[in-house]
């Protein structure tokens, strides 16, 4: 992977999950509600972004490494808390995604309804 394309594929994810908050000439603005949600999501957003693009490239046994690199990193840097939760032993950052409505990082697999075979 080439560095540059990692930050334009962060940058190309950060502005699909900031298209919410577009407003073209003749719509309604934001309210001061999305504005504040706004905010909230800005970090947790461009977290989401940066796992899924430059730490994507990471695979396998990489991908506990970087976690808990990324971690550390997080908290030295004072944006820990925007971070995905780390207390649920086996799940990593790669386990996350941003729920925007709901202002929390939430399990992939919950976003999902259980899949239940067709007996017939």
């Known amino acids: 992977t080439v560095d540059t394309c990692l930050v334009m594929g962060l940058f ?3 502005s699909s999950l900031l298209k919410r908050y577009e407003r073209n000439e ?3 603005p934001l309210t001061p509600e999305d504005i504040e949600g706004a905010h909230q999501c800005a ?3 461009w977290i989401f ?3 899924w693009s430059v730490c994507a490239t990471t695979t396998g046994p990489g991908r ?7 971690r550390k990193k997080a908290e030295e840097s004072g944006f820990a808390e925007h971070m995905p939760p780390a207390e649920k032993g086996d799940s990593s950052m ?6 925007q409505d709901e202002l ?3 399990e992939w697999m919950q976003t999902i309804p259980a899949y239940k075979p067709n007996p017939e």
């Open 12 to 14: 190309n994810i950060m």
């Open 26 to 28: 003749g719509e309604e």
């Open 43 to 45: 970090m947790p957003m």
């Open 49 to 51: 972004s940066f796992i």
């Open 64 to 70: 506990p490494k970087l976690d808990e690199f990324f």
């Open 94 to 99: 790669y386990e996350y995604c941003f729920d």
């Open 104 to 106: 929390m990082w939430k």
